[in-house]
C-alpha cells in the first residue's frame, strides 16, 4: 500500500474542483442572462435579443428615454432634471426638466400620417414666474458693465431653491478686454442651479457671437448680452438656450436700460 504524496496529483484536484466552479458559474450566468432577456422587450429598441450591445442600447435609452404621449390616459410630467424625448400626435417634442425650468417644445411636426399618440401642449414654467423678475439683478449689472467699460463683464444668475429667488453669482474675472472675459465660476451648492448667464460686449454691439454660441452650446440656461454701453441707446439681445436649441426672449430696452 502507498500513500499519494505526489503534490503534481493535489493540483490536478485543485484545478479539477475549480474547473467544477467555473462550469457551474458559467451555467448561473447563461440562466440569468436568459431570464432578463424577456426585460428587454420593457424598452423599445430595433435590435434583436441575440445582440451584444443590447444592454448599452438600453442603458443609453434610459439615460435619454423617449415616452409616448398617451392617447387615453393622463399625461405625467418629467419629475428628474434630466430631458426625454415625447412622441405626440402632431410630432416628436423635447421635454426637460430643471429645478427652475419645465420645458415642452415640439422639435419635429407631422402632419400627414396619424400616429396613434396623444396631444401635448408646449410650455415654458419658470420657478420665477417670467424672466422680468431678475430686472433689477439685471440692472445692477448693467451699472457694473457700464463701469468696465470698455472691456467685458459677465454675471451668472443662479437659481435658489432653498430662497426661492435668483441670487448672483460670485464669478472670479481673470482677464476682460474689450473683446473678450475671461472668468472662473464656483461649483454652486445644490439648492442653487444656474439660470442666467448674462454679459456684455461694452462698447461694441449686442449680439450673439461664435464664440457666445460655443460657451451656450448644450447648456439649458437664460443666455443675455448687452452691447453699446457707451451710448445713449445700448442694445441687447436675449435667448433661452435648450441644449442646442436657441429661442429667442424679447426683453425690451427701455425696461433694462430706462430710469
Ligand atoms: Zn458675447
Redesign the pocket.
Known amino acids: 500500500m502507498t500513500k499519494n504524496n505526489n503534490p503534481a496529483h493535489a493540483t490536478d484536484m485543485h484545478y479539477g474542483a475549480l474547473h467544477n466552479h467555473l462550469v457551474q458559474a458559467d451555467k448561473a450566468a447563461t440562466s440569468l442572462i436568459d431570464a432578463l432577456l424577456p426585460l428587454a422587450d420593457l424598452y423599445p429598441i430595433a435590435s434583436s435579443h441575440e445582440d451584444d450591445s443590447k444592454l448599452l442600447d438600453i442603458a443609453s435609452f434610459k439615460t435619454v428615454p423617449t415616452a409616448i404621449v398617451p392617447p387615453w390616459g393622463m399625461f405625467t410630467p418629467l419629475t428628474e432634471n434630466k430631458h426625454r424625448f415625447l412622441l405626440a400626435k402632431d410630432g416628436l417634442h423635447i421635454e426637460v426638466r430643471r429645478p427652475w425650468l419645465h420645458f415642452i417644445h415640439r422639435l419635429y411636426e407631422e402632419k400627414s400620417i396619424a400616429m396613434p399618440f396623444g396631444e401635448i401642449t408646449p410650455r415654458i414654467d419658470l420657478a420665477f414666474g417670467r424672466l422680468g423678475v431678475a430686472l433689477d439683478l439685471m440692472r445692477a449689472f448693467v451699472r457694473d458693465a457700464m463701469d468696465q467699460l470698455p472691456n467685458?463683464h459677465i454675471r451668472h444668475l443662479a437659481w435658489d431653491e432653498q430662497a426661492q429667488a435668483l441670487v448672483p453669482v460670485d464669478l472670479q474675472i481673470e482677464t476682460a478686454t474689450p473683446g473678450?472675459v475671461q472668468y472662473r465660476a464656483p461649483d454652486l451648492p445644490d439648492h442653487q442651479t444656474l439660470a442666467i448667464d448674462i454679459?456684455?460686449?461694452g462698447a461694441l454691439p449686442?449680439?450673439?457671437?461664435d464664440?457666445?454660441n460655443k460657451?451656450d452650446a448644450g447648456s439649458v440656461k437664460f443666455s443675455g448680452?448687452i452691447?453699446n454701453l457707451d451710448t445713449s441707446t445700448p442694445t441687447l439681445e436675449f435667448r433661452l438656450c435648450v441644449l442646442g436649441l436657441y429661442l429667442p426672449v424679447h426683453v425690451p430696452a427701455d425696461k433694462l436700460f430706462g430710469g
Open positions: 467685458e473678450a454679459h456684455s460686449h449686442a449680439f450673439f457671437s464664440q457666445d460657451d448680452v452691447g
